[in-house]
């Protein structure tokens, strides 16, 4: 039964084909629509996978985000991350109240990158306007902010503050 309703459950949101560099041209399952009720060890392995996404795209990520002067490709779920993962995220990543903290640790080694490209996106939303984004982004920005601005993080840093405050100058529609 559950191959029966996956398909229709693709069909039914938005008929999302993803295109991703790894899933092109393949026929996939999309991830939980819901951040799975995991405990505390899942959502650890899921934050590890998270950073090593990071550390793996972001160099990439940075070049094209200057080069292009937009976003281009599919990568939003990795620099803005939510406690729900994307339809199209081929790894599945979210954060919780409890694991955000950990991107700002000082064992996180992808938060300098982390932080240039939010920084540089910021930038470009600040000199640009929304339509540096796709509008299917938009609402994880929204949620994005929301997030990040309401969890209860010690140690979040001032570079994080004046992204929020810059991308929450636009207004996002939380679709």
């Known amino acids: 039964l559950a191959q029966v309703l996956r398909p ?15 899933t092109r041209g393949k026929a996939q399952s999309l991830p939980p629509l819901r951040r799975p009720q995991g405990s505390a060890r899942r959502d650890q392995e899921v934050l590890r996978s998270l950073v090593q996404q990071q550390k ?16 281009t490709g599919h990568w ?8 729900m993962p994307g339809n199209c995220d081929p790894i599945g990543s979210y954060v ?8 700002f640790s000082d064992d996180h080694v992808a938060e300098d990158l982390w ?4 920084e540089t996106l910021a930038d470009l939303l600040e000199e640009k306007g929304m339509s540096v984004l796709p509008r299917i982004d938009h609402g994880r920005v929204h949620h994005f902010v929301k997030f990040w601005k309401d969890v209860d993080v010690r140690n979040k840093p001032s570079w994080m503050m004046a992204v929020l405050d810059k991308f929450d100058k636009f207004e996002w529609p939380p679709r």
């Open 96 to 103: 919780t109240a409890d694991t955000a903290g950990m991107l």
């Open 8 to 22: 229709a459950r693709m069909v039914l949101f938005a008929g999302l084909q993803c295109a991703s560099p790894m």
């Open 76 to 83: 939003i779920w990795w620099a803005c991350p939510t406690t």
């Open 56 to 71: 793996r795209s972001f160099p990439g990520i940075l070049k094209r985000l200057k080069k292009e002067q937009r976003k």
């Open 115 to 118: 932080k240039q490209v939010l």
